[in-house]
């Protein structure tokens, strides 16, 4: 069966502060890994990691996937009040088209 | 470009109740999914249409239907709510593999409560 864990569930900093959200994957066929950011509402796309590397956003998000120990990691430095959300992990298995999500990382930056 | 659209974006409904969540997209992407949303547990797959006139089941099929007679609209059917239906549904959407597809777009949800 399809596993994902992420991991802390929760985590509160102040700004400025760099963090490491973790997400650990067991998936059949393995093709991707996705990163996404749900504030209120709906997840918005951050990454979508193919290959073991890093890949970067926005100067201060970059994110590891180690396809060998089935993880991947989602840097935040420098973090700012509006990086406070949920953070989902979803790895992309044989069906290209379906996402088996995380429960998500709630990052809280205080000011 | 309006992207994915559900509607309603609230409801409430009765114990026994039917009611059809909307979906659209106007990307003419391939790929459609439905997604619950409860707390503690991410998103979970009810539904999911790789085209028009193909759908599937995912994790959490009970209780619901989808068709897919076009690409650009996706609609879920309650057929009798039951309060484990109370929850946030969200509506993606996907090009397909061959397209260079990413990650999937997200309408911004409904959020349904069953009494």
């Known amino acids: 069966e399809d596993k994902v864990v992420q991991s802390p569930l929760s985590l509160v900093v102040h700004e400025g502060d760099t963090v490491t959200l973790n997400c650990s994957y067991e998936?059949?066929?393995?093709?991707?890994l996705l990163w996404y950011k749900q504030e209120k509402k709906a997840p918005t796309f951050l990454f979508m990691l193919t290959s073991s590397g890093i890949e970067k956003k926005s100067g201060r998000l970059s994110s590891i996937l180690d396809k060998k120990e089935l993880f991947s990691i989602l840097n935040i430095t420098a973090t700012q009040t509006g990086d406070s959300a949920v953070y989902l992990c979803a790895p992309r298995g044989d069906s290209s088209y379906k996402l088996i999500f995380g429960s998500g990382t709630r990052l809280l930056v205080r000011p | 470009n309006a992207g994915v659209t559900q509607t309603p974006k609230f409801q409430v409904l009765k114990t026994g109740q039917s009611m059809t969540l909307q979906c659209a997209q106007d990307m003419n992407h391939e790929y459609m999914s439905w997604y619950r949303q409860d707390p503690g547990m991410g998103l979970r797959l009810i539904h999911y249409s790789v085209g028009a006139g193909i759908t599937d089941q995912g994790e959490v099929p009970n209780g619901y239907n989808v068709s897919r007679s076009t690409t650009e609209d996706f609609p879920l059917r309650l057929l009798s709510a039951a309060p484990s239906q109370t929850s946030v549904y969200f509506c993606?959407?996907?090009?397909?593999?061959?397209?260079?597809?990413?990650?999937?777009?997200f309408g911004s949800g409904t959020r349904l409560t069953v009494v």
């Open positions: 998936v059949t066929n393995f093709r991707s």
């Open positions: 993606a959407s996907s090009q397909g593999p061959g397209q260079g597809a990413k990650g999937y777009t």
